[in-house]
C-alpha cells in the first residue's frame, strides 16, 4: 500500500538554524511528491512540489528514490517558517488523489 | 478569486443525524476532492469528482456520498453520523489529471 511516513511529530529548532523535515514513502512506481504547509489559522497551502525543482521560501526538496525520501531542508530557518508540515504523494493507484503523512510541526525561536 | 470556498465554517450535529457540506472550486477549477483530518492526523482522501461523476474513491463507507453540480461546486453527505466522524472536512480543487489541488478553509463537524 502507498503510504507516506513523518517521523517526527515535532522539531524545535533556533532561528538561523539548519532545519530537515523527513518524508519517507512507500509506493512502487514514479510517485509525485509534495510538500503542503500550514501556517496559523491560514489554509492548507503548497510549498513544493519535485517535479517543478525550485527553492520555495528557502525550502528545497530532492526525490531520493534510492532511499524512498523527500527531506524538506532549509539552511538558515527563520521565525516565520513556525507551521505545520505535511508531506504527499500522488500516482499509480492513488491516482491523482493525494496521499498525506501524519504532519511535522516546525517551531523556530529566537 | 477568493479560491476554495467552503461552508459552513462549523457544524455540531448528534448522532445518527446527516449532514451536508458545500465547497465551490477556485475558478477555472473543474474538479473537486474531499479529504477527511482527524485530530493529530494528515488528510485522509475521501472521493474526487469530476463531470458531476465519482472519479476515484479511498477507504471510506457508503455513508459518505457526494455530489458535483454543473457549476463544479460539491457536496459532501454523511448519513447517519458517528462519534467518529467528527473532523475537519477539507475541498480542494484542481483541474482534472492535475497537480496541484488548491484547499478550502475546512469545516469542522463535531459529533455529539
Known amino acids: 500500500a502507498q503510504r507516506v511516513t513523518q517521523p517526527e511529530k515535532l522539531l524545535s529548532v533556533f532561528k538561523g538554524a539548519p532545519v530537515e523535515l523527513k518524508c519517507n514513502y512507500s509506493?512502487?512506481?514514479?510517485?509525485?511528491l509534495f510538500w503542503y504547509v500550514q501556517y496559523s489559522r491560514q489554509r492548507l497551502q503548497l510549498l513544493l512540489r519535485?517535479?517543478s525543482r525550485e527553492s520555495i521560501k528557502g525550502f528545497t526538496a530532492d526525490l531520493n528514490k534510492g532511499e524512498t525520501s523527500f527531506h524538506l531542508k532549509k539552511p538558515f530557518a527563520q521565525e516565520e517558517d513556525s507551521a505545520m508540515y505535511y508531506c504527499?504523494?500522488?500516482?499509480?493507484?492513488?491516482?491523482?488523489?493525494?496521499?498525506f503523512g501524519k504532519g511535522t510541526t516546525l517551531s523556530v525561536s529566537s | 478569486d477568493a479560491g476554495v470556498t467552503q461552508s459552513p465554517t462549523h457544524l455540531i450535529k448528534t448522532r445518527g443525524q446527516q449532514v451536508t457540506l458545500r465547497c465551490s472550486p477556485k475558478s477555472g477549477h473543474d474538479t473537486v476532492s474531499w479529504y477527511q483530518q482527524a485530530l493529530g492526523q494528515g488528510p485522509q482522501f475521501i472521493f474526487q469528482y469530476y463531470e458531476e461523476e465519482e472519479r476515484q474513491r479511498g477507504n471510506f463507507p457508503d455513508r459518505f456520498s457526494g455530489h458535483q453540480f454543473p457549476n463544479y461546486s460539491s457536496e459532501l453527505n454523511v448519513n447517519a453520523l458517528l462519534l467518529g466522524d467528527s473532523a475537519l472536512y477539507l475541498c480542494?480543487?484542481?483541474?482534472?489529471?492535475?497537480?496541484?489541488?488548491?484547499f478550502g478553509d475546512g469545516t469542522r463537524l463535531s459529533i455529539l
Open positions: 509506493y512502487s512506481g514514479s510517485p509525485e
Open positions: 504527499a504523494l500522488s500516482g499509480g493507484q492513488a491516482g491523482t488523489a493525494l496521499i
Open positions: 519535485h517535479i
Open positions: 480542494a480543487s484542481s483541474l482534472f489529471g492535475n497537480q496541484p489541488q488548491h
